[in-house]
């Protein structure tokens, strides 16, 4: 696995777990020889995990619309690329990884996961999905889509697609054995 795409809260979120964990995060990925890919900003937990490749002496390729001066890009990656659109983004940004993780993040961090999920769904890729469930951030996310598994509108064969894991180490080592089973 070469590089993974971390979609991720542009906010830092109310607990310092979260900031730790994107610390720690982008650390397992420079120790594994695994690039981040990313929104390309520098503000919350994007631009710690962002700083915390670089810090260990990782790859990071930022990716960000230059209409989103809110999130002020990272200068300091080893590339930037300024794209005109969103969708541009998203699209660089799936087609430069082996894999898509969320961390913790609003509504912008859902879109983007379940965008990478539904497009598995539909194997437009075969690139696995995968939560990191810090601090049960994601727990009633999880228990959502097995209710929806349970009410027949996600097939129990799509269940897995989004495999969550609490810890960094647990998420990768989950993604790289969906990779060598596929
Ligand atoms: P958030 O989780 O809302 O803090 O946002 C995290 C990242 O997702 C930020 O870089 C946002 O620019 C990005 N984002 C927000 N909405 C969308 C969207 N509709 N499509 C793609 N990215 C988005």
Redo the contacts with the bound molecule.
Sequence with gaps: MKRICV?????PGNNELYLQTAEELGQVLALNNVGLVY?G?SV?L?GRIADSVMKHGGEVIGIIPGH?KK?VAHYGLTSLHEVNT?HE??KMMMDLSDAMIAMP????????IFEAATWSQLQLHTKPCGLLNVNGYYDKLLEFIDHAVNEGFILPRHRYIMQAAETPTELLDKLKSVVEHA
């Design positions: 979609y991720c809260g542009s906010s929104g900003a919350g994007m989103l999130e969103m983004r998203k993040g609003g509504l912008g961090t859902m879109e983007e």
